[in-house]
Nanobody, 123 residues
Framework: QVQLVESGGGSVQAGGSLRLSCAAS????????MGWSRQAPGKEREGVAIINPKDGNTYYADSVKGRFTISQDNAKNTVYLQMSSLKPGDTAMYYCVAAEGSGCGTERTFPYWGQGTQVTVSS
C-alpha cells in the first residue's frame, strides 16, 4: 500500500505562482509513476504533470506545458509541482497520484490518490 499526502495550494491572483508538495509513504519502492491530476467542478479529471521516479522522465498536459514543472526528491519520497503564470482556468482540486507496474504518463490510470488540495486562481 502507498499513502500520499499533499501540501501547498491556496488562492492566488492570475499570473502568480504556487508550489505543491506530495510525500509518499508505505511501499514506495514499487512506484514507477507519480505526479498530479486535477479536477475542476463540472470537468473531467486531467493528468497535468507526471514523473517516473526511477528514470526522471516527465510528462505534461498541453494546457500546462511551459508553466508547470514537476520535480522529485527521492531521498524524501516527495514530488513537487511548481506552478507559474497561473490562470483562472487552473482553478481545481489537485490530487497527488501514484502507480506501480509498467507505463507512465498523463493518461495513466492511478490506483493511489491523495486527499487533494485546492488551488484557486482569481482574475
Amino acid at each position: 500500500q502507498v499513502q500520499l499526502v499533499e501540501s501547498g495550494g491556496g488562492s492566488v491572483q492570475a499570473g502568480g505562482s504556487l508550489r505543491l508538495s506530495c510525500a509518499a509513504s508505505g511501499y514506495t519502492i514499487s512506484i514507477n509513476c507519480m505526479g498530479w491530476s486535477r479536477q475542476a467542478p463540472g470537468k473531467e479529471r486531467e493528468g497535468v504533470a507526471i514523473i517516473n521516479p526511477k528514470d526522471g522522465n516527465t510528462y505534461y498536459a498541453d494546457s500546462v506545458k511551459g508553466r508547470f514543472t514537476i520535480s522529485q526528491d527521492n531521498a524524501k519520497n516527495t514530488v513537487y509541482l511548481q506552478m507559474s503564470s497561473l490562470k483562472p482556468g487552473d482553478t481545481a482540486m489537485y490530487y497527488c497520484v501514484a502507480a506501480e507496474g509498467s507505463g507512465c504518463g498523463t493518461e495513466r490510470t492511478f490506483p493511489y490518490w491523495g486527499q487533494g488540495t485546492q488551488v484557486t486562481v482569481s482574475s
